[in-house]
């Protein structure tokens, strides 16, 4: 569905998420925060689209029903909620952002912004695909499938609003140019108990 040129080996979650579960739901609580407030920025950055104001509207408190889901588990499970994870993965794929003035350019921001995220759902929805069915933990199992389909809705929403609003851009092209370049970046994490690490 996603294009993903590179998908998650079992072993991630075999060997390396399931040694410290504390710290990967500690992990994706701070990645439901940031999916909160980039839907957020969107809303400022792009106040004259009433459509994506309400679409962003209502993904924030989905993202933020997400983060307190994510935090009870951790709660009733007696694990702390640590300091904010940096997202090295997510960092990498900022650079790779295209920026810039003028009207021209501000349509181009705000494609590539909605690209970024309909990227960063698309390998999130991967991983919850990979936890769902390689965890040895019912609860999890449970309610990573879920989140699954919700990352699938987001990366739906997301890439749509792009192809809706990229007026003169060609966004299948740039769609590629994310793939291939998340591509090369995804190569380099898999090793660690974070969502995308």
């Known amino acids: 569905m996603f294009k993903l040129q590179l998908p998650t080996d079992p072993f991630w979650v075999k060997n390396v998420v399931e040694s410290n579960i504390e710290e990967l739901l500690t992990d994706h609580a701070y990645c439901e925060q940031k999916a909160a407030t980039n839907a957020i920025t969107l809303i400022i950055q792009n106040p004259q689209i009433p459509e994506l104001v309400s679409e962003m509207a209502e993904l924030v408190k989905e993202e933020m029903d997400h983060f307190k889901r994510v935090h ?18 997510v960092n990498e794929l900022i650079k790779f952002l295209k920026r810039g003035g003028g009207e021209a350019k501000r349509t181009e921001s705000m494609v590539d912004r909605l690209l970024l995220a309909a990227m960063i759902e698309a390998r999130s929805c991967e991983r919850f695909k990979t936890l769902s069915e390689h965890v040895d933990d019912k609860e999890l199992s449970e309610f990573y499938y879920e989140l699954m389909i ?48």
Do not use: M, P, Q
């Open 72 to 89: 009870d588990i951790i709660i009733k499970r007696g694990y702390s909620f640590g300091l904010e994870r940096k997202d090295n993965y």
């Open 150 to 197: 919700s990352e699938a809705n987001h990366y739906t929403l997301f890439i749509g609003l792009a192809r809706k609003y990229g007026t003169g851009i060609d966004v299948e092209k740039r769609w590629e140019e994310w793939l291939a370049y998340e591509g090369e970046v995804i190569k380099r994490y898999g090793k660690a108990e974070t969502i995308h690490g």
